[in-house]
Nanobody, 123 residues
Framework: QVQLVESGGGLVQAGDSLRLSCAAS????????MGWFRQAPGKDREFVTA????????TYLDSVKGRFTISRDNAKNTVYLQMNSLKPEDTAVYYC????????????????WGQGTQVTVSS
């Protein structure tokens, strides 16, 4: 069992930056690929990014490439999402996710979800 707790959301202006953190419980954090999803009001939850178990490989939603960076610290059981040049369309609840599948399979299988953290970007 893995519990995920996100933090770092908030209200920012367009062009600002935020860093989200997701702290995981348990001793098997490095066994999971980790990722982030988001859900805007009235829209389906969408995949944003994922990182491999060791942290060396990543994948991103096209609209966030070059602006968002995912990273992980297995010693701290934490995954991060650095978000730069934020846009109003990035406004959403952001969810941390863990999968026992490969990180490339994050879109199709999530074993654990966090509770979400709100990110609001004003224009």
């Amino acid at each position: 069992q893995v519990q995920l707790v996100e933090s770092g959301g908030g209200l920012v202006q367009a062009g600002d930056s935020l860093r989200l953190s997701c702290a995981a419980s348990g001793r098997t954090f490095s066994s999971y690929a980790m990722g982030w999803f988001r859900q805007a009001p009235g829209k389906d939850r969408e995949f944003v990014t994922a990182v491999s178990r060791g942290g060396s490989s990543t994948t991103y939603l096209d609209s966030v490439k070059g602006r968002f960076t995912i990273s992980r610290d297995n010693a701290k059981n934490t995954v991060y999402l650095q978000m730069n040049s934020l846009k109003p369309e990035d406004t959403a609840v952001y969810y941390c996710a863990a999968t026992s599948a490969a990180f490339t399979g994050m879109r199709l299988r999530v074993d654990y979800w966090g509770q979400g953290t709100q990110v609001t970007v004003s224009s």
